[in-house]
């Protein structure tokens, strides 16, 4: 083969791409043609069979190892991006995966029953306080559970927990529930995470000799606390039961580490403000209810999801966001159950029910996923 300069070898590569083009264009107006045949005949338009076959027919014609890779990864996206414009064709012609999710001009919490993981004082009561206002009928309960239970059997209409810790990352326990509880996002608020250090009205700093606090509360607090070596420290199951426990006792030489909100609540008083190290702390809390509902303007979608343990399967799977141009703002994994090395996926992204691109790319990612379950729009 005779020797090129690059300028050549760049205008050859310039006449294929020109060829591979032109091959392109005529291919997706031949699969524009197989999706107005499957919108008059029902057909799906994953035949995930048919595919693989493919695939394996085309790799095997590449005249090396190396090339049979490029093959298979190159037409497994020509094969993805013909699926997507099949979709798009159902979608302009009203053909939508139903969802079964109703649009409310507002969610009737006016008197609704409200309940909160933990005691008076937690930060899920500032959280429920914050986006529901001074209810009524307000009630906790003692795990995550309880609370996805109240809601489903009908004791509570909403319920306040959370999901995700700017330093501590999420809260796995909850990914969980919302896959086992037929229960739905609604609504979402930040708390900023302030811990004071609260202690028997009078008490000074040389008086205190234990503190009191959850585990991650003590640790984000942990510089402050190394200027006092001298107190010891005391993990209890959150920072409101620390403030009830220095009530309680009485005594000045107990102090807790809670909010500002739990050390009101309680009568103690604040003896330093904002101890936690972090100015950038908070959580993010969810409201939870057991109805397939979603406000009109909601801006975000969670769902769920799980995928064949093979390779390159999550990849084609979040292009479904890029083509209809989604922003997808979080995923997180969770190991399923007694099935080793296999993951359920945790996706937030920006958009509502109503709008067709978010309807086509859950179609697709639908057909082409197991399990799929959408846990709120909001």
Not at 134 to 154: C, K, L, Q, S, Y
Not at 182 to 193: C, K, T
Not at 287 to 315: D, W
Request: with cysteine; charged share 30%.
């Amino acid at each position: 083969m005779e020797h090129m300069s690059l300028q050549e070898i760049r205008e050859q590569l310039d006449d294929i791409d020109a060829q591979i083009l032109a091959l392109y264009e005529r291919r997706m107006e031949l699969c524009e043609q197989v999706g107005n045949d499957k919108l008059k005949t029902g057909k799906k338009v994953y035949d995930r069979k048919r595919e693989e076959e493919k695939l394996a027919v085309l790799s095997e014609k590449a005249s090396n190892e190396r090339n049979k890779k490029g093959i298979r990864e190159l037409f497994e996206q020509i094969m993805s991006m013909s699926r997507k414009l099949q979709y798009q064709i159902l979608g302009e012609n009203g053909v939508y995966g139903k969802t079964a999710f109703v649009a409310l001009k507002e969610l009737d919490s006016k008197n609704a029953r409200l309940v909160f993981q933990g005691m008076n004082g937690a930060y899920s009561q500032e959280a429920l306080r914050k986006y529901f206002g001074d209810g009524e009928n307000v009630f906790h309960v003692d795990t995550f559970r309880d609370a996805m239970e109240a809601i489903e059997e009908g004791s509570a209409d909403f319920a306040v927990l959370p999901i995700e810790n700017s330093s501590a990352g999420a809260v796995s326990q909850v990914y969980d529930l919302l896959v086992e509880f037929e229960n739905y996002i609604v609504g979402e608020v930040v708390i900023p995470i302030r811990h004071a250090l609260a202690g028997i009205p009078g008490t000074t700093f040389s008086d205190i000799e234990r503190v009191y606090s959850h585990p991650q509360g003590l640790m984000q607090s942990e510089k402050f606390l190394a200027e006092h070596r001298n107190w010891q420290q005391i993990s209890v199951e959150n920072t409101a039961v620390a403030a009830k426990k220095v009530l309680e006792s009485g005594k000045r030489t107990e102090a807790a580490i809670c909010s500002e909100y739990a050390a009101e609540l309680y009568g103690l008083e604040v003896l330093a403000q904002s101890i936690n190290h972090s100015e950038n702390n908070s959580t993010r809390f969810i409201i939870v209810t057991n109805q397939k509902v979603f406000l009109e303007g909601a801006k975000k979608i969670s769902m769920c999801f799980e995928i064949p343990h093979e390779s390159g399967s999550l990849y084609h799977l979040l292009s479904h966001f890029i083509y209809n141009d989604l922003n997808m703002t979080k995923i997180e994994s969770r190991p399923i159950e007694d099935r080793n090395w296999e993951y359920r996926f945790f996706v937030d992204f920006e958009g509502n029910m109503a709008d067709s691109s978010v309807k086509n790319a859950i179609r697709g990612l639908r057909d082409e996923t197991r399990n799929l379950r959408i846990l709120g729009n909001y």
